[in-house]
């Protein structure tokens, strides 16, 4: 049994007003995210029998607007990605050929565990930083910037460079902490992209020399 099947039970036998939010079922979209034993988890991949013995405790997921019960507004979360122009903005967007992204180019190995971001906000409600500073962009989302930074199909360097080395909500805020790498469900190493983000924005012409 998982979290997500005991919520369920207790809908329909016990509070059928209960509130939360799932889609999937199996991990993929990321709706279901939560706090589980004070740790954002996703409600339908956490089993029971996996958690610490006793009661479990869930909660909404923290530095997110509350709805109702266990459902949490994603609004600031988005609007943090927005910031970062998320859309891969081509060169000429009138050209037709398709691109050729190799697997072994350097964008290829230097993203491939960083692409499957399932935009579940539990980086976010982990972050210690977030919940200091509303400005501050989020791990998600800084994530984001790298992969389009990377991308050699892509042309918004100056921009994405901009919103990522600004004082109060870029890169610079994170103190390291790791809360999202430990807790993100698609095993995102969010605070190493954040690191080679950080080591990169000393010699920012790399990103323009795409390869
Ligand atoms: S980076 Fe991981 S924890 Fe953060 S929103 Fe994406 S899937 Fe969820
Ligand atoms: S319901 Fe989709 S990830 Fe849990």
């Not at 207790?10 to 509070?15: L, P």
């Not at 266990?70 to 970062?84: G, M, N, T």
């Amino acid at each position: 049994m998982t979290v997500l099947d005991a919520l369920f039970q207790i809908q329909r036998n016990q509070d059928a007003s209960l509130q939360f939010r799932c889609a999937c079922r199996v991990g993929m979209c990321g709706t279901c995210a939560m706090t589980i034993n004070g740790v954002p988890r996703l409600a339908c991949k956490t089993g029971i029998r996996t958690l610490e013995p006793g009661d479990v405790s869930v909660a909404p997921l923290q530095n997110l607007p509350v709805i109702k019960d266990l459902v949490v507004s994603l609004e600031p979360f988005f609007a943090q990605w927005k910031r970062i122009n998320p859309a891969l903005r081509t060169a000429d967007p009138k050209k037709t050929e398709l691109a050729i992204v190799r697997s072994d180019s350097r964008y290829m190995q230097s993203v491939e565990s960083k692409r499957d971001c399932i935009t579940c906000g539990a980086c976010y409600g982990a972050c210690g930083v977030k919940s200091t500073s509303g400005e501050y962009l989020g791990p998600a989302a800084i994530n984001r910037a790298y992969l389009r930074l990377m991308d050699p199909r892509d042309n918004g360097v100056d921009d994405r460079l901009r919103i990522l080395n600004d004082e109060r909500g870029g890169i610079w805020r994170c103190h390291t902490q790791f809360n999202c790498t430990a807790v993100c469900p698609k095993g995102i190493t969010l605070t190493d992209t954040i690191g080679r983000l950080k080591r990169a924005m000393l010699f920012p012409s790399q990103f323009r020399k795409k390869s």
